[in-house]
């Protein structure tokens, strides 16, 4: 699928790293792109890169912090009033931290951004996507998901916090919510799947914005890491294929706590409990 005229794409942490290099790449194929950004200045310096590379006017700048609920629902209001089709969602921003940080209402940041970020958006933009013909949803998990060890008891680690378990559980949240939306997608013609894009040098895990530090394990390029997104998001090879686990381009297995059906259905419940908190 070389030619996206028609469609409209999301790509959410579109500011930096893969999310930035996945605006510009669908941009490129001609998509009506919406970059989504929580800071004026970075959106806007990223939406003219986008442009730039693209020489496509047909893009878009839409402010959210996936930190917020009254946000994310002002931010898909805002996207259905003014689109009326979403043929691919990149659930893309992502953050990890040293420290145990909450958001205003409350809960430890990981799990609000990566993770309830993701499954609000993608709920409240269900209809549309539903409505959409053969529309996609990519979901931007990690390998680091196989360190998860998610506890439904203890989702806010207010007594043990450690940013990489955090994280690494925030990322198995991420498979959950994916095999469950899948399911419950099954009769329709919109697929989601999970990807772990690589070990990639962004910005990632570096919390001081003024050092140029790169994130120490970062391997490949965002070019390269963002490929992956761009795959699942245009292959005519992922045509049809939803509910699935992908390592770089190779569909794999996961790890075996996000194929446990009861966990899976329990965390869903969780996670419209904290939705309605956040
Ligand atoms: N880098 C890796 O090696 C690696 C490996 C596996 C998976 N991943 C996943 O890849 C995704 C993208 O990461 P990246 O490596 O490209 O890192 P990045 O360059 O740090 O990009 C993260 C993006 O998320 C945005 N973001 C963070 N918190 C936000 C919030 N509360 N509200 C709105 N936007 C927020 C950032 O916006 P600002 O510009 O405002 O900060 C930025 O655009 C993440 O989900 C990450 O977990 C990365």
Known sequence: MNNLKDKVCIV????????????????????????VARDKNRGKAALAEVIEYSKNEHTDLLFCDFSSRSSIISFTDLFKKKYNRLDILVN?????????????????MTFAVNHLGYFMTTNLLLDLLK?????????????????GNIDIDNLMHKEDYDGFRAYSDSKLANVLFTYKLADILKDYDTTINAVHPGVIKTKFGVEDRTSNQTFPMGRISPDDGAKTLIYLSTSLDVKGVSGKYFNQINMERSAEMSYDKGLIDEFWRKSIEYSAMI
Not at 20 to 34: F, R
Not at 131 to 147: C, Q, Y
């Open 12 to 35: 959410t942490g579109s500011t930096s790293g893969i999310g930035l290099v996945t605006a510009k790449e669908l941009a490129k194929m001609g998509a009506t792109t919406i970059l």
């Open 92 to 108: 893309n921003a992502g953050m990890i931290s040293n420290k145990r940080i909450e958001t205003d209402s409350g809960i430890e």
């Open 131 to 147: 409505d959409t013909p053969a529309s996609r949803i990519v979901v931007v998990a990690s390998d680091l998901h196989f360190r």
